[in-house]
């Protein structure tokens, strides 16, 4: 374990700020770790967990803080740079865990003061848990978690860089680089599309009028149980996100559109060899996930996290 900063602050301290500082902790990657929350009542709980300096004020969170992590919802950000900006010190480093990336930096980097460092990022990691209890220190064990950089030209902004993803690599992530418009076409695939399609199945199952909402309930079989999961994420975090990557989101659902087009014209017109090549790729797609370690193949009817 090594100690990569002497005091970190994180700004908004949800599922994955405490998990930060509780990984942070655990793994001894920080010497201190500062909180602020604009929920009273989450700095109330905060204190009762015991898993970082607790601050009633933003700028007081992040004026000793090496490396300032914002850990709010994607449309807070501007709000929570500009809380904290004029406290920053000199070669500060301040990163993000925003899912969308092009409108993260856009809202951000303009606020960062030209003596400290903006390096954007994002971990691919959840549950579908929200508030300070719900932070675990293995979150991001293995998985991983994507810089996006910025075209600084100063000489220690690659230093700074080098230093964020030092820290993630020490509390279990897996470290990526990315052009910050191919990550959020990719998150748009594996991420935002998946739950968008969730939160309408589950919407959809609730108002049919065919079959009452205590049936569907009932005899949910595993395929629902597992949408009902992802569904059951946070409502403005993902709020934020379809509004801040409407543009990647959209050319996706347009291209998933089509393809479920075809799918329903398979199915009327029994095209079988169709539907069980379509079948059949997604098995194998199954597959390359657990060799490529993001799953497990036991079974699991009603995971914890």
């Given at each position: 374990m090594?100690q990569v900063?002497?005091r970190i602050?994180i700004?908004?301290?949800?599922l994955i700020?405490?998990?930060?500082a509780?990984?942070?902790?655990?793994?001894?990657a920080?010497?201190?770790?500062?909180?602020?929350?604009?929920?009273?009542a989450?700095?109330?709980r905060?204190r009762?967990?015991?898993?970082?300096?607790?601050?009633?004020?933003?700028q007081?969170a992040?004026?000793?803080?090496?490396?300032?992590v914002?850990?709010?919802p994607?449309?807070?950000?501007?709000g929570?740079?500009a809380?904290?900006?004029?406290a920053?010190?000199?070669?500060?480093i301040?990163?993000?865990?925003?899912?969308?990336k092009?409108?993260?930096?856009?809202?951000v980097?303009a606020s960062?003061?030209?003596?400290?460092f903006f390096?954007?990022?994002?971990?691919?990691a959840?549950?579908?848990h929200?508030?300070?209890?719900?932070?675990?220190?293995?979150?991001?064990k293995g998985?991983w978690?994507v810089?996006?950089?910025?075209d600084?030209p100063?000489?220690?902004?690659?230093?700074a860089?080098?230093?964020v993803g030092?820290?993630?690599?020490e509390?279990?992530a897996?470290v990526?680089?990315?052009?910050?418009?191919?990550h959020?076409?990719v998150?748009?695939?594996?991420?935002?599309?998946?739950?968008l399609?969730?939160?309408?199945?589950?919407a959809m199952a609730e108002?049919?009028?065919?079959?009452?909402e205590s049936?569907?309930v009932?005899?949910?079989?595993?395929?629902?149980?597992?949408?009902t999961?992802?569904?059951?994420s946070?409502?403005t975090?993902?709020r934020d996100?379809?509004?801040?990557?409407?543009?990647?989101?959209?050319?996706?659902?347009?291209?998933?559109s089509e393809?479920l087009?075809?799918?329903q014209?398979?199915?009327?017109?029994?095209?079988?060899d169709?539907?069980?090549?379509?079948f059949d790729?997604?098995?194998?797609?199954?597959r390359e996930?657990?060799?490529a370690?993001?799953d497990t193949?036991?079974?699991?009817w009603?995971r914890?996290?």
């Amino acid at each position: 374990m090594t100690q990569v900063f002497d005091r970190i602050a994180i700004i908004g301290v949800g599922l994955i700020g405490a998990s930060i500082a509780r990984a942070a902790r655990e793994f001894a990657a920080a010497g201190a770790v500062s909180l602020y929350d604009a929920s009273d009542a989450a700095r109330t709980r905060l204190r009762e967990l015991a898993i970082g300096d607790v601050f009633d004020d933003p700028q007081a969170a992040v004026a000793d803080a090496d490396l300032v992590v914002l850990a709010v919802p994607v449309g807070a950000m501007n709000g929570a740079i500009a809380a904290v900006a004029p406290a920053l010190k000199p070669g500060a480093i301040v990163t993000d865990v925003g899912s969308v990336k092009a409108a993260v930096i856009d809202a951000v980097r303009a606020s960062v003061p030209p003596h400290a460092f903006f390096v954007p990022g994002h971990p691919l990691a959840g549950t579908e848990h929200s508030g300070p209890d719900a932070g675990f220190a293995t979150l991001f064990k293995g998985r991983w978690h994507v810089l996006t950089p910025l075209d600084d030209p100063r000489p220690d902004y690659a230093e700074a860089v080098a230093k964020v993803g030092a820290f993630w690599l020490e509390i279990g992530a897996n470290v990526e680089q990315m052009d910050a418009a191919r990550h959020d076409v990719v998150l748009a695939v594996v991420s935002h599309l998946p739950h968008l399609i969730a939160f309408n199945i589950v919407a959809m199952a609730e108002d049919l009028e065919s079959v009452t909402e205590s049936e569907v309930v009932k005899y949910s079989a595993s395929g629902f149980r597992d949408f009902t999961r992802i569904a059951a994420s946070d409502p403005t975090m993902w709020r934020d996100v379809f509004l801040n990557n409407r543009e990647a989101v959209l050319e996706v659902l347009g291209r998933f559109s089509e393809d479920l087009a075809a799918l329903q014209r398979a199915i009327r017109w029994g095209e079988g060899d169709t539907l069980y090549d379509l079948f059949d790729r997604a098995r194998r797609m199954r597959r390359e996930v657990i060799e490529a370690g993001q799953d497990t193949a036991a079974p699991n009817w009603g995971r914890e996290n």
